[in-house]
């Protein structure tokens, strides 16, 4: 089912829970179409998906493994069969593991950077080739993390991955400008894994001046600003409740 002429199309990558989940479902509600992929999470994508469509009938999903770019290929030609615009892309979906120095492997940084780098690499790519052809201004969020700017034990391969997620914002932005507005958030400490004790969020609620963790809403607010703002591009809104400050 086509969208109608007036709605606005939204495509973001890894969105079938967590944080992507919420930004979807936040577009939806502001009047968007919304085309997510998913890797594996099937049942959370339908559920997901349900949930979409009580707000935006048009919603779509489609199984896309982003380190592999044949897989973004087939997921675009699937988002153009289906949608006739794409106002805004986000690319949310992202590999997150320790990785001590010592002991990374090749499967590890193959892992880690070709999903986060490489995957948000050419899904900006693709998006672009759909966005410059229309006649109105359209917009890229990638995600990137605090941990582009600190110096993190244990996560070489990640945080080297959303440095690059940085430069190629700009890169991006700099290029396409002014058809393509293209920017990036950063987000602080948002949801900690389940192993980790109260301890390890006592030491890192002491590095954060506003003393809470980041939920998925504070993201949301700056997503949403960034879909509609018509004067920023290649900047990067950190929502990190001032740890960056330490």
Request: charged share 25%.
């Amino acid at each position: 089912m086509p969208e109608t002429a007036e709605e606005k199309v939204c495509l973001i990558t890894g969105a079938s829970g967590r944080l992507g989940k919420a930004m979807a479902l936040a577009l939806a509600q502001h009047g968007y179409a919304v085309c997510f992929t998913y890797r594996t999470s099937l049942l959370e994508a339908r559920q997901t998906l349900k949930e979409l469509r009580q707000y935006s009938p048009h919603s779509q999903m489609i199984r896309c493994d982003i380190a592999k770019v044949r897989s973004i290929e087939n997921a675009f030609k699937f988002f153009e069969r289906r949608f006739s615009r794409l106002d805004l892309c986000i690319t949310n979906a992202s590999n997150f593991f320790p990785t001590p120095l010592p002991n990374v492997s090749e499967k590890d940084w193959d892992s880690l950077v070709d999903t986060n780098l490489k995957g948000t690499f050419f899904t900006m790519q693709y998006a672009a080739r759909v966005m410059i052809k229309q006649p109105f201004c359209a917009r890229i969020i990638t995600m990137a993390d605090v941990a582009a700017e600190l110096v993190w034990r244990r996560y070489a391969p990640y945080t080297v991955s959303k440095v690059g997620v940085i430069h190629l914002t700009k890169v991006f932005a700099k290029e396409f400008a002014p058809k393509i507005l293209v920017n990036a958030i950063a987000p602080g400490t948002m949801l900690l894994h389940p192993d980790r004790d109260k301890q390890y969020e006592r030491e890192i609620l002491q590095k954060i001046p506003l003393k809470r963790l980041g939920k998925p809403e504070d993201v949301v607010k700056a997503m949403l600003f960034l879909a509609e703002s018509d004067y920023m591009t290649g900047q990067v809104v950190t929502v990190d409740g001032g740890r960056m400050l330490y």
